[in-house]
């Protein structure tokens, strides 16, 4: 097994709206979207949108293209349809098949039940035969997943070590270090509440169910009653974005 560097890091945030990795200077950011591929004209095809396959579309593509999409709001995020094929593209995308340490997170209130089952889906990751993924206009690349080491963390917990740690993985800021912090982590389907307490994480840290979806289903309703119609919860980040919908 090889040490741990941290150019061999990638990170991924596997979220129920969306998908966020990272591998050196290079991103992966997409809705959390599946969705079934079908006949796109070449003039379509923007230069970050991506392919699965050939039988899939991920992210925005299948958001602005797929006539079938793939989305979910399951608790248990391995046991979702959509996951291993948005961490494939992201993780197939960030490190191609050169061999790499994942970091990734589980919201706080699912962290102790859902743990075993990450770490599972992970390995599955890790055994998965070669697949191919393509970027925007270019060819299509095979992948095989070569994962050396992984750590899965509870949301909020990567926020507070970015805080206290350098480059080098050391602490900087050591009086904060020593201090109580709360980490406030708002996500699409849950807000987390992290506490850390001379580094060691308090036990009153949860997670509540008062993300932006709330938010999204009271916008949804408003929407329904002054207009008649709404976008899917999946689709409103666009116009939430934009102010605008139908006018």
Do not use: C
Not at 24 to 39: E, M
Not at 75 to 84: G, H, L, N, R
Not at 112 to 138: C, H, N, T, W
């Amino acid at each position: 097994m090889s040490s741990i560097f941290a150019e061999d890091i990638s990170v991924f945030d596997l979220g129920f709206s969306w998908a966020k990795g990272k591998k050196k200077n290079k991103l992966f950011v997409q809705p959390s979207i599946a969705g079934d591929a079908q006949p796109i004209f070449d003039v379509n095809i923007r230069p970050n949108d991506f392919f699965f396959e050939d039988s899939m579309f991920v992210g925005d593509l299948a958001l602005r293209q797929s006539e079938i999409k793939y989305f979910t709001l399951n608790k248990q995020k391995s046991e979702a349809m959509t996951s291993e094929i948005i961490l494939k593209t992201g993780l197939g995308y960030l490190n191609g098949s050169k061999k790499f340490n994942l970091i990734t997170g589980l919201p706080i209130l699912f962290y102790f039940k859902q743990l075993s089952e990450m770490e599972d889906m992970i390995v599955r990751l890790a055994d998965s035969d070669p697949y191919e993924i393509r970027k925007g206009r270019s060819n299509y690349s095979q992948v095989k997943l070569n994962i050396d080491k992984y750590k899965i963390v509870p949301q909020g917990y990567g926020i507070a070590m970015n805080h206290l740690l350098n480059g080098s993985g050391k602490i900087q800021n050591k009086a904060d270090a020593k201090k109580k912090i709360l980490v406030v982590d708002l996500g699409f389907y849950t807000l987390n509440l992290l506490g850390l307490d001379g580094l060691e994480i308090m036990k009153e840290s949860t997670s509540l169910f008062l993300g932006v979806e709330k938010a999204y289903k009271v916008l949804r309703k408003y929407l329904q009653e002054l207009v008649g119609t709404a976008p899917a919860i999946y689709e409103l980040d666009k116009y939430v974005l934009s102010g605008t919908y139908e006018g």
